[in-house]
């Protein structure tokens, strides 16, 4: 059950927003600042809701656990989406992979 991305991101990774970020809602929608880039990116809904999320560390599969009742989607198309969303956040810095959780 370890599907993975270009970046190694598989349902057991532990992620966290990054502490070389800074956030803040507008309108509904999170706007962050990756300090280290110097960059900012807003997310959409969905974005939010996941940033939301992760104010806390948890496993992409926790992740997706949350997002699937939360929207009533299957699986797998849930887990592809949320793993293009996180590899762009990884990219961007606003996200960190943490070790690989021993659940």
Do not use: H
Request: one cysteine or more; charged letters at 25%; proline letters at 1%.
């Amino acid at each position: 059950m370890g599907s993975t991305s270009d970046q190694n991101i598989s349902v057991d990774t532990v992620i966290a927003r990054s502490v070389e970020q800074v956030s803040c809602e507008i309108d509904g929608e999170i706007v962050a600042l990756s300090v280290g880039k110097g960059r900012y990116y807003q997310m959409d809904r969905v974005g939010s809701l996941i940033w939301d999320e992760l104010c806390e560390p948890m496993t992409v599969g926790n992740l997706r656990d949350r997002m699937m009742v939360r929207f009533e989607v299957d699986g797998e198309l849930c887990l592809s989406d949320i793993l293009s969303f996180l590899v762009e956040m990884l990219a961007a810095g606003l996200i960190e992979r943490n070790e690989v959780s021993s659940e």
